[in-house]
């Protein structure tokens, strides 16, 4: 993994650069409380918007937010604890932790992402071979954040 940011590091446009690069973003525009960044994908027409909010209220608590605006879906992932940069797989993973479940949203160059929620974090470090293959994708795509996890299950929560 070339980039992992964690929760507790200052997320700042330098950041929002790095992932803009690796997704090959036609757009990084810095507003006053987000980062938004525009993924175009000519071939196969399709485009998509992610928006990070370093900071911001999510009910009682202050987190950070990314969304994710299709054509025809709008994604969430609340109180993100960090992301990794793949340069070699042109993705990027946002990862939330909370006591024994993980969830991710991961954004591909190609204007593509994918939700994963509310997993099991023992799945991430399991045999992938003894998992059906509806499963078994999910851990896959997360495990590249592996490295990223606390190492104490919950005390991100």
């Not at 990314?66 to 993705?91: A, D, K, P, R």
Request: glycine share 8%.
């Amino acid at each position: 993994m070339d980039n992992i940011f964690r929760n507790g590091d200052k997320f700042s446009l330098k950041d929002a650069e790095k992932i803009s690069k690796v997704l090959h973003a036609e757009k990084l525009s810095e507003e006053s409380d987000r980062f938004r960044i525009r993924i175009v994908d000519a071939e196969s027409r399709r485009s998509l918007s992610l928006e990070i909010f370093p900071e911001v209220s999510l009910g009682k608590v202050r987190g950070m937010l990314i969304v994710v605006y299709t054509g025809n879906s709008h994604l969430q992932l609340h109180n993100c604890t960090g992301y990794v940069i793949s340069e070699e797989l042109g993705e990027v993973t946002f990862i939330a932790e909370s006591s024994d479940r993980l969830s991710g949203i991961v954004v591909e160059q190609g204007a593509s992402c994918s939700l994963y929620a509310a997993l099991d974090r023992e799945l991430i470090s399991s045999d992938f071979t003894q998992l059906g293959v509806e499963v078994m994708l999910s851990g896959v795509a997360l495990s590249l954040a592996e490295d990223l996890l606390s190492s104490d299950s919950g005390d991100e929560e």
